[in-house]
């Protein structure tokens, strides 16, 4: 079965350093997004990618936030300058359209620790 | 915020049917219902979604009542594997990015 791939699976970096969290969504997928879980919290909708622009993002994703694609398999999130609280779960996934019936695939997770 | 209600946790016998309930009372006519779990720190695994027609796959059955004010998640076998965190979701945002509540955390028992 496809899967989503994300890389590394565990990052500690200190405050202030720039990180760049990586993702291989299924080849025919066209819909991307970020989310986001601090521990024992929700998951967090961060972004939304389409047609190589953001196409949502929330009050989360600011100016810390970048994402790209690329190339044609990889899909990228940089924080730069972290900050404490940005130590979480990020979530990749992806889906083939959001013409509402079809599900999301979804990687395994980063573990970002921000020292 | 979420546009759902859920029990904070349940508990289910292995081998029994999990029935997990879900209020989506403000649900929109072409919006979908989904079903996700998250198994411990793992990425959420899609289950099984749905519109207004009951619907079955391999991993379960959704129960979407008439007035599609609310629904029910059917596991029919449970086993130890699907102690997890179910979500029930109504996708909102005009990109499709699903927003996630609290969820019910299942414990299945032996």
């Known amino acids: 079965e496809p899967e989503v791939t994300q890389t590394p699976s565990h990052q500690v970096t200190q405050m202030g350093q720039e990180v760049i969290l990586r993702c291989v969504p299924i080849?025919?997928?066209?819909?991307f997004y970020w989310y986001r879980q601090i521990l024992g919290q929700k998951v967090e909708f961060l972004v939304s990618?389409?047609?190589?622009?953001?196409?949502?993002k929330s009050e989360i994703f600011d100016d810390q936030f970048s994402v790209e694609r690329p190339d044609g398999s990889n899909f990228t999130l940089k924080i730069r300058s972290t900050k404490l609280e940005d130590s979480a779960m990020y979530f990749c996934?992806?889906?083939?359209?959001?013409?509402?019936?079809?599900?999301?695939?979804f990687g395994s997770g980063t573990r970002l620790t921000v020292v | 915020d979420a546009k759902t209600t859920q029990p904070p946790s349940m508990d289910c016998a292995e081998g029994r049917a999990a029935n997990l309930p879900c209020n989506h009372s403000?649900?929109?006519?072409?919006?979908?219902v989904y079903w996700y779990r998250q198994i411990h720190s793992q990425g959420p695994q899609y289950i099984i979604h749905?519109?207004?027609n009951n619907e079955t796959n391999e991993m379960a059955s959704l129960i979407i009542t008439e007035d599609r004010k609310s629904s029910t998640l059917i596991l029919p076998h449970a086993t130890l594997r699907d102690t997890a965190v179910y979500y029930c979701?109504?996708?909102?945002?005009?990109?499709?990015?699903?927003?996630f509540g609290k969820g019910t955390k299942l414990s299945v028992k032996p």
């Open positions: 403000t649900i929109s006519g072409n919006e979908y």
């Open positions: 080849s025919n997928h066209l819909y």
């Open positions: 749905g519109l207004k």
């Open positions: 979701i109504v996708q909102g945002g005009s990109q499709g990015n699903l927003i």
């Open positions: 990618f389409y047609n190589n622009e953001i196409s949502e």
């Open positions: 996934a992806s889906t083939v359209g959001v013409r509402r019936n079809y599900g999301y695939t």
